[in-house]
Nanobody, 129 residues
Framework: EVTMVESGGGSVHAGGSLTLSCVVS????????MAWFRQVPGKQREAFAT???????TIADSVKGRFAVSKDNAKKTLNLQMNDLMPEDTAKYYC???????????????????????WGRGIQVTVSS
């Protein structure tokens, strides 16, 4: 069984920074497409950052230049560095993953094609103005 647990969320003022981590337990890690999603009440959950097995990353325009995704293979941890946070970044953040060959597209705008069998429970990020 695979479990994913997010940490690092919280409340910050606009312009602040947070680092989210997602620790993966259980079988699996290699040949995964991993992603960060976020959701605000009343809206669909949307992907904004991905990283594949070759550590190629994609970032949505809405957070490009402010957010960065990375992973630590030794610790089986997915990370999200968030800088210059804005009130519109307030959301519940989720990590997700699925087995996906590096040769196939693992992009934030193609996540609808990926099953994402594994999800964290989500963690709240609140940015005040």
């Amino acid at each position: 069984e695979v479990t994913m647990v997010e940490s690092g969320g919280g409340s910050v003022h606009a312009g602040g920074s947070l680092t989210l981590s997602c620790v993966v337990s259980g079988y699996g890690w290699q040949s995964w497409c991993m992603a960060w999603f976020r959701q605000v009440p009343g809206k669909q959950r949307e992907a904004f950052a991905t990283i594949n097995d070759d550590e190629m990353t994609t970032i949505a325009d809405s957070v490009k230049g402010r957010f960065a995704v990375s992973k630590d293979n030794a610790k089986k941890t997915l990370n999200l560095q968030m800088n210059d946070l804005m009130p519109e970044d307030t959301a519940k953040y989720y990590c997700a993953a699925d087995r996906w060959p590096p040769s196939d597209e693992c992009g934030w705008n193609t996540t609808s094609y990926i099953p994402f069998s594994y999800w964290g429970r989500g963690i709240q990020v609140t940015v005040s103005s």
